[in-house]
């Protein structure tokens, strides 16, 4: 018995050791950090990583006073970048020293990992080159007439749903959520994915399988991200971040769509078409560029990255335009005023020219940005410039985007929307990292014409023909979901609509 407690209280001792030797990694360092709670350090408020508390302490603590605060996720060290030159040379400047997103999970890799999102650096770059001729302007147009396309089942989905109510309430993060599900399944997967006709359809359910995983799975997701090499140790338990049945359902997907097209000889301008093309081209050493699995790697994250974060944009733009109804006036009177001058046809070029339009997207997206916090992990040891201070290879890196998004030394009133902010005039005033809402350098968003595209038309499709206001049940606040990977909204987005 004696023998069991020494055993047990000497395994105890070295544990507490080891906690506290991994909580003053930053202070070793000369990094400032949070004073982190001796057992646990900050593992019971990482309930999601979207949620950012951290980062909102961290940053409202150490503002001004340095430009790099060390923090932990579970027991690994984070360094929080506060100062926008910082921001710069990491994602711009000192790129090839700090261009992974995540650390990488060797060994374990199933078909859906080998994306342009997760890859390593190495791996990443050849195909980034690939893929980046895939979202110029030119395909951009080449896609936009789909996209009216499916404005059109948007607007007819919409005067059903609005029918439906007497009250004239409709639910609006859901009916987005459809619509660029559909603009996505057209242009990347090439099929009618139909979901504005029917919200049940197969496409919708795989939708909400990625992004709205079990409370268990988001803990899972930030501890999967941090210790990738434990991870791969859960797959004896069954724990894998896709689903068997999800990998089957891309795979078959888009197998069937590449026969198809070939056997058919069937050309649409779209994304799959220009993975094919990939498909079939061959490199200098003859070897075709794209396997089939790269290529459903990328049509997977195409797919996860590009429809939930625009249908939010959507329907967070909607709510902050209800609330403003003198913006909603003036977005509309310039929606209108060029739609007249291109004779009521909605173009590439007519979209092209509401500026402030583009302004009131990415205003929404300040106040309400997709992640929370931009993730980069150092390929190499890395000095930070002006300082003594070495971040070791390996280390992970954090750029908190929602709250340089709402630092009042950036954003007077910061808790006001304004899309006059993003007035080229204004923008010239500010650092050039001030917004964050697509990243950025070289590993920015690579979608991010075609989503500014598709949130453009779906704008334009409902502020046309319909004004929005708060109804009784619209929320006072948008609170955002613990349940999802991105920040997506947690309650129903109802507003009142009225036809004009
Ligand atoms: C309003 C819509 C969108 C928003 C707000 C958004 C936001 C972002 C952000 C913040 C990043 C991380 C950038 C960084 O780390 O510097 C990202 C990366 C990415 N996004 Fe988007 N995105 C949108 C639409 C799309 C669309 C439509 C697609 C594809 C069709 C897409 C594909 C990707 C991919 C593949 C990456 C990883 C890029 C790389 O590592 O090279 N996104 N996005």
Redesign the pocket.
Known sequence: MDFFFVICSTLFLLFISYLRHKYQYWEQRGVPQLQMNFFYGNFFRIKTMHKTEIFHEVYKKFRGKAKLVGTYVFTKPVAVVLDLDLVKSI?IKDFNKIAD?FEQRKGSEGILHR???R?DGER?RPL?TKLTPT?TSAKMKFMFPTLVTVAQQLEEAFSKQLTKTSSGDVELHDLMGRFTTDV?GHC?FGVDCNSLKDPNVVFRRMGRRIFYPKYFSIRLHIFMTTYPALFKYLKFFNVQEHSKDLEDFMVQLVSDTVRLREEQNIHRND?IDLLIELKNSKDTKGMSQMSIEVMVA?VY??FA???E??SS?LSNGLYELAKNPHVQEKLRAEIKSILEKHNGELTYEAMMEMTYLDQV?TET?RMH???GA???VSIDDYKIPDTDITLEKGTHIYIP?SEIHYDPAIYDNPKEFRPERFHPDEMQKRHPQAF?????????????R???M??RVGFITLLKSYRFSLSEKTPTELEISKYSIVLVPHSKIWLKAEKL
């Not at 809402?437 to 991010?448: A, E, M, T």
């Open positions: 994602l997103r994306h342009l999102l890859l990443w980034r979202f996505i990347v994304f990328q994250i195409f990255a590009g429809y974060t625009s944009n997207i997206l940005p997709a992640i931009l993730t980069r985007v964050l809402g697509f990243g950025d350098g070289p590993r920015n968003c690579i979608g991010l075609f989503g500014r598709q949130v």
